[in-house]
């Protein structure tokens, strides 16, 4: 099992180069047509291969555009590391903040959204790539014998709101973000 | 122009009567096709109105989607009067958790992430009428005496979360909810 998956990432492995055909596929029809501007159809032509590899591999569209939003975020918005715990979350939720006010870039919530029968297993996936790097900033933060903190009270407390009041159109200013990372350390 | 808007809600009007009609075929469109599966014009088609009296008084499909969600969640999920803001808060929320679970029931959080152009103005017209409702319970809460709260401190501590947790595959449970409020509560 564990070779399995060693083979199946080798790089330059025929496995390799479908996902990177796939992904770069996802990218340019997200970009062109918008989420649910396209099909899995659309993306197995644009990236020269068989309908049934996207299908076999990842199950539905909206599990392909989780897995190209997840590589995206852990590529485009690194793990601050400033020193401390409060700083580190400040960061990030002022990266999160500009991140999700540019176009496109809610494409992830409206694949979550949009797939009605995708299991809690699947969505939560789309979660824990971003979870282990939240868990080296809450390590760090241990290690400085800062106050212990869970995982999830960083999704309630700062990520939801600047998700949701985005989407309302209420806006979120840098006060308001200094507050919900200053509710997080009150959060019980 | 208040002339103008009560002759457009006049009950049998023409206006009255378009508006009901394309809640109707929206509805059910919905509850067909999804959201994402069906377009102004078949909106228009169903409902037999003219596509374009759909735009002049919606402006998109986002826009009529979110109409009847509104209206919908007003007549389905009636603000709780159970004596306390704390008992309110928490038979609000188990209702909205509820809510959230049933197939189609994220229409209106689609609609906003599909809907790029839409101004921060048209998405806030979607929470008036909630925040009106809320704004009862906040009022009677202040007659008793209670802890001031502002409408925004909900969208962030209870609502957001609720959303998100689902989205992402997390539970919530009833003690999660009853954490939800507490948090309102000590909220700054």
Same mark, same amino acid.
């Given at each position: 099992?564990?070779?399995?998956?060693?083979?199946?990432?080798?790089?330059?492995?025929?496995?390799?180069?479908?996902?990177?055909?796939?992904?770069?596929?996802?990218?340019? &029809? %997200? /970009?062109? !047509?918008?989420?649910?501007?396209?099909?899995? @159809?659309?993306?197995? $032509?644009? *990236?020269?291969?068989?309908?049934?590899?996207?299908?076999?591999?990842?199950?539905?569209?909206?599990?392909?555009?989780?897995?190209?939003?997840?590589?995206?975020?852990?590529?485009?918005?690194?793990?601050?590391?400033?020193?401390?715990?409060?700083?580190? &979350? %400040? /960061?990030? !939720?002022?990266?999160?903040?500009?991140?999700? @006010?540019?176009?496109? $870039?809610? *494409?992830?919530?409206?694949?979550?959204?949009?797939?009605?029968?995708?299991?809690?297993?699947?969505?939560?996936?789309?979660?824990?790539?971003?979870?282990?790097?939240?868990?080296?900033?809450?390590?760090?933060?241990?290690?400085?014998?800062?106050?212990?903190?869970?995982?999830?009270?960083?999704?309630?407390?700062?990520?939801?709101?600047?998700?949701? $009041?985005?989407?309302?159109?209420?806006?979120?200013?840098?006060?308001?973000?200094?507050?919900?990372?200053?509710?997080?350390?009150?959060?019980?």
């Amino acid at each position: 099992m564990a070779e399995d998956v060693e083979v199946r990432r080798r790089p330059g492995g025929r496995s390799a180069r479908v996902v990177a055909a796939v992904h770069e596929a996802v990218d340019a &029809l %997200l /970009a062109e !047509a918008g989420p649910g501007g396209f099909t899995v @159809a659309d993306v197995a $032509r644009r *990236a020269g291969v068989n309908p049934t590899s996207v299908y076999r591999r990842w199950g539905s569209l909206e599990a392909v555009i989780l897995d190209v939003e997840a590589a995206r975020l852990a590529e485009t918005a690194p793990m601050p590391d400033t020193g401390s715990l409060r700083g580190d &979350l %400040l /960061a990030y !939720a002022r990266q999160a903040a500009a991140e999700i @006010a540019r176009p496109g $870039r809610l *494409a992830f919530l409206q694949a979550l959204i949009g797939a009605a029968d995708m299991t809690a297993e699947q969505r939560q996936s789309f979660l824990v790539q971003r979870a282990m790097q939240f868990q080296g900033m809450l390590d760090r933060s241990r290690e400085r014998g800062e106050p212990l903190m869970d995982f999830t009270v960083i999704v309630d407390c700062i990520l939801a709101p600047i998700y949701l $009041r985005h989407l309302l159109g209420l806006g979120v200013s840098d006060a308001d973000l200094e507050l919900f990372v200053a509710r997080a350390f009150t959060a019980k």
